[in-house]
């Protein structure tokens, strides 16, 4: 229950920024259909002595751009790409076809309610780049919020009219951390006299299946496999020692392989969505194409379009991918908890949503229960039913003093991909600061002669 350590006033590289807000302006992407809303994307150097340059992908708002909030998107991993996945498959403009080619509108895109900002971080990840190769080798929490929050600090003074708009932090999976950790930074630094006309105007966070806290997450991980059926009795039991004081322990690190045994060939992202399988000719019918991965490194590895999106300047010596095998491999300074940080921003009042889809066995809806529970904030609102359509369960919603906590039915871990329209009205409801719909509807009749 420690604060987490105070933010250091670290230098924050700073360089001129006339004229590339232009000449980011992306004229078309290869197979988009016609457009109206604006699209920019390029490098923002965060460090010049090392050569350090994160890529990102804009997309203003389709709706009055100039009324809506600015909204900065980040994938997990870590070393995932918020161009790729987040743009690409779930809440961005468009979702890259079977071909490897081609664009589709994504309807339920959250571009109708804010700007969005798509961010390649830390350096390694997507198209951002370090021409330092050490660099690799050091990503880790606390560089990777430092260096988010220097491309802001940058990427305003490129995009000026955003300076002073309503400013909020989304992300999924390991942006657990991201979101958090930069959302700290951002606080911290707008305390600091030295950054005032610097001052980013953070109004909340937004974090869906987010690894928050490890050991927690690791006891839901426990307990969704087995009120799922996937993992025995026997074999939770045995689990139920691995408490956070002892998770790390070798006899844990035993069971854990015991339950990566039951769940190979289970999409552990959904545990009832089908894996990509290469040898099919057409992907199963389901919401979420399980092979999307595969188109979108297609189209990003296409020359044509990382010339659309001023990308690979430097021609990487690597093919683009979605994550970075090195990047998580190398990670240092990984925090186990985030729960100290996310205590500093509900104390700060930045307005703080947690969102979990129900069929995600890697980072379970249980975990963060548990999480959310140690964190021992006095309930406003109890939880109810939400709805996304008439007489259609979304999901399910608790208010907890300074911190919301949504479920989303029937969604993965890629929650606005599994569930696009449920996710959207998350998103909205989110920005507007109210809780999700609620629906009094009158219960089913019952036929008391029917019989089962």
């Known amino acids: 229950k420690s604060p987490p350590p105070p933010i250091n006033d670290f230098p924050v590289y700073v360089e ?78 468009f979702r890259v076809q079977k071909d490897g080619k081609t664009l589709k509108r994504n309807q339920y895109s959250w571009i109708k309610k804010a700007n969005i900002l798509f961010l390649d971080s830390p350096a390694g990840v997507g198209f951002s780049y370090s021409n330092t190769t050490l660099d690799y080798e050091k990503s880790g929490d606390n560089r990777t919020a430092t260096d988010s929050y220097t491309f802001l600090v940058n990427w305003l003074e490129r995009f000026p009219e955003y300076k002073n708009r309503d400013f909020f932090i989304a992300g999924e999976s390991y942006a657990g951390h991201y979101v958090p950790q930069l959302a700290y930074v951002i606080l911290e630094k707008n305390k600091m006299k030295s950054h005032q006309s610097r001052f980013i105007n953070l109004r909340g966070i937004a974090v869906g299946n987010g690894l928050i806290d490890e050991p927690f997450n690791d006891m839901g991980i426990r307990d969704f496999l087995y009120t799922h059926t996937i993992i025995s009795e026997k074999l939770k039991e045995n689990y139920t020692f691995c408490e956070p ?69 430097t021609a990487l010596p690597y093919r683009w991918e979605e994550c ?78 300074n911190l919301t906590f949504v479920t989303v039915r029937g969604a993965g871990h890629f929650v606005p991909s599994y569930q696009p329209n449920r996710a959207f009205t998350i998103f909205s409801s989110f920005l507007e600061g109210k809780l999700p719909p609620q629906a009094n509807i009158p219960p089913p009749q019952t036929n008391n002669n029917k019989h089962i």
């Open 16 to 93: 001129p920024q006339d004229g590339l807000k232009a000449a980011n302006k992306i004229d078309s992407l290869p197979g988009q259909p016609i457009v109206k809303f604006n699209q920019y994307s390029g490098y923002v150097t965060v460090d010049g002595q090392a050569g350090r340059a994160l890529f990102y992908y804009f997309v203003e708002s389709s709706d009055k751009p100039s009324t809506k909030p600015l909204v900065l998107w980040l994938n997990g991993g870590p070393g995932c790409s918020s161009v790729g996945a987040g743009a690409m498959s779930e809440l961005g403009p």
């Open 245 to 313: 004081s002892t998770w790390q322990t070798k006899a844990c690190n035993y069971l854990r392989d015991q339950v990566d045994l039951l769940m190979n060939n289970i999409n552990v992202y959904d545990i009832y969505a089908p894996q990509c399988n290469a040898t099919t000719d057409s992907p199963p019918n389901t919401k979420h194409d399980p092979c999307i991965d595969d188109y979108i490194e297609a189209y990003m590895n296409t020359p044509a379009v990382q010339k659309a999106l001023h990308a690979n300047v």
């Open 324 to 401: 970075s095998k090195k990047i998580i491999n190398l990670w240092i300074g990984r925090e186990l908890s985030i729960l100290p940080t996310i205590r500093e921003l509900m104390a700060s009042g930045v307005r703080v949503w947690l969102y979990s889809g129900d069929t995600d066995s890697a980072v379970p809806v249980t975990g963060t229960e548990y999480a959310i529970k140690e964190l021992g904030a006095p309930v406003k609102t109890d939880w109810y039913a939400w709805y996304n359509a008439p007489k259609e369960v979304g999901g399910f919603v608790v208010e907890y003093e």
